[in-house]
């Protein structure tokens, strides 16, 4: 039977249209970007791992030196006196260089950066800093790790750095899952990029579990969400509770606290009113981690991630 061109486009634009009316609706329940879901009842006997840290560019704020002064008196310096009164708390440093910089401007706090560290409360990014990856050659990017990873575990023996961090700088090179895996790095954070977890793979089949909060600041922004914390935390852990329960993974969800500049601030406050009506509202516990920490709770075998295979230019 024929049908008539004017009728025949008219049915494959409607069959387009209905595809893309499917595809938001789908995406708006099932993703946790611009979900509509108010249950959270998956993550009632789970957790929220609250991944604390501070965006640090190398001289984007300021001058380098005024960056390098800022992270010493306003991350670090903060964040180990905070670790000192509460036993709980976590901090994450995105890169290698911090250290470098900070030890030193302050090599008497090597014992102290060493002891929090060892405990798994403290945590440095596997590479030297947090590169546009797709801009250098291989060797370049080897020796992020070699002045990263390698460096950290001379400077801090004992310790494991398992985490990439790169969460501002948009693009990923072709090899790069593959150099962090030779290299014996696990776990990308990542940034600006479909809010997920997933397993991004290198060509030869290496890969490393990644997750984004969509843009690194979301977290921060979700619990400032006007001036209701409360409200903007339970919004966030709708958001993501159908995507967990579709993925089969373990109800341990990151939360990352992060802006640029933003210095270290100990929410033991929230949390003690939280998780005192957790519990009978069927809500999770929040508690401090590092993010190597949220990675291995969500690094399970039955669990269906979603793959990545390819530069992301």
């Given at each position: 039977?024929?049908?008539n061109k004017?009728?025949?486009?008219?049915l494959?634009?409607?069959?387009?249209?209905?595809?893309?009316?499917?595809?938001?609706?789908?995406?708006?329940?099932y993703?946790?970007?611009?979900s509509?879901?108010?249950?959270?009842?998956?993550?009632?006997?789970?957790?929220?791992?609250?991944v604390?840290?501070?965006?640090?560019?190398?001289?984007?704020?300021?001058?380098?030196?005024?960056?390098?002064?800022?992270?010493?008196?306003?991350?670090?310096?903060?964040?180990?006196?905070?670790?000192?009164?509460?036993?709980?708390?976590?901090?994450?440093?995105?890169?290698?260089l911090?250290?470098?910089?900070?030890?030193?401007?302050h090599?008497?706090?090597?014992?102290?950066?060493?002891?929090?560290?060892?405990?798994?409360?403290?945590?440095?990014?596997?590479?030297?800093?947090?590169?546009?990856?797709?801009?250098?050659?291989?060797?370049?990017?080897?020796?992020?790790l070699?002045?990263?990873?390698?460096?950290?575990?001379?400077?801090?023996?004992?310790?494991?750095?398992?985490?990439?961090w790169?969460?501002?700088?948009?693009?990923?090179?072709?090899?790069?899952?593959?150099?962090?895996?030779?290299?014996?790095?696990?776990?990308?954070?990542?940034?600006?990029?479909?809010?997920?977890?997933?397993?991004?793979?290198?060509?030869?089949?290496?890969?490393?579990?990644?997750?984004?909060?969509?843009?690194?600041?979301?977290?921060?922004?979700?619990?400032?969400?006007?001036?209701?914390?409360?409200?903007?935390?339970?919004k966030?852990?709708?958001g993501?509770?159908?995507?967990?329960?579709?993925?089969?993974?373990?109800?341990?969800?990151?939360?990352?606290?992060?802006?640029?500049?933003?210095?270290?601030?100990?929410?033991h406050?929230?949390?003690?009113?939280?998780?005192?009506?957790?519990?009978?509202?069927?809500?999770?516990?929040?508690?401090?981690?590092?993010?190597?920490?949220?990675?291995?709770?969500?690094d399970a075998?039955?669990?269906?991630?979603?793959?990545?295979?390819?530069?992301?230019?």
């Open positions: 039977m024929k049908i004017t009728i025949r486009t008219i494959i634009l409607n069959m387009v249209l209905l595809g893309f009316v499917d595809i938001a609706n789908a995406q708006s329940i993703g946790p970007s611009g509509t879901n108010t249950n959270h009842s998956f993550f009632k006997n789970g957790v929220v791992n609250v604390s840290s501070s965006h640090q560019d190398i001289a984007w704020m300021d001058s380098i030196a005024a960056c390098e002064k800022f992270r010493d008196e306003h991350m670090i310096t903060p964040a180990l006196e905070i670790m000192k009164i509460n036993p709980d708390y976590c901090f994450s440093i995105e890169d290698a911090s250290l470098r910089e900070y030890l030193k401007r090599p008497e706090r090597h014992y102290d950066i060493l002891k929090y560290a060892k405990e798994g409360r403290l945590e440095f990014g596997a590479t030297y800093n947090m590169p546009y990856e797709s801009m250098y050659d291989g060797e370049a990017l080897i020796r992020e070699y002045l990263g990873k390698k460096w950290l575990q001379k400077t801090l023996p004992g310790c494991e750095f398992l985490t990439d790169n969460e501002d700088v948009p693009g990923t090179a072709l090899q790069w899952p593959q150099i962090l895996a030779k290299a014996g790095v696990k776990y990308l954070y990542n940034s600006r990029q479909e809010p997920g977890i997933y397993r991004w793979y290198s060509k030869d089949g290496s890969n490393v579990l990644m997750f984004t909060p969509g843009h690194y600041y979301n977290g921060s922004r979700a619990i400032d969400e006007g001036g209701d914390s409360a409200k903007g935390l339970s966030y852990i709708n993501w509770s159908v995507y967990f329960k579709a993925h089969k993974f373990k109800p341990a969800l990151p939360l990352l606290i992060t802006t640029d500049w933003n210095q270290p601030s100990d929410l406050s929230f949390f003690q009113v939280w998780n005192s009506h957790a519990k009978r509202n069927d809500l999770p516990k929040l508690k401090y981690a590092i993010a190597a920490t949220t990675f291995k709770e969500l075998p039955n669990a269906s991630y979603q793959k990545l295979m390819g530069e992301r230019p």
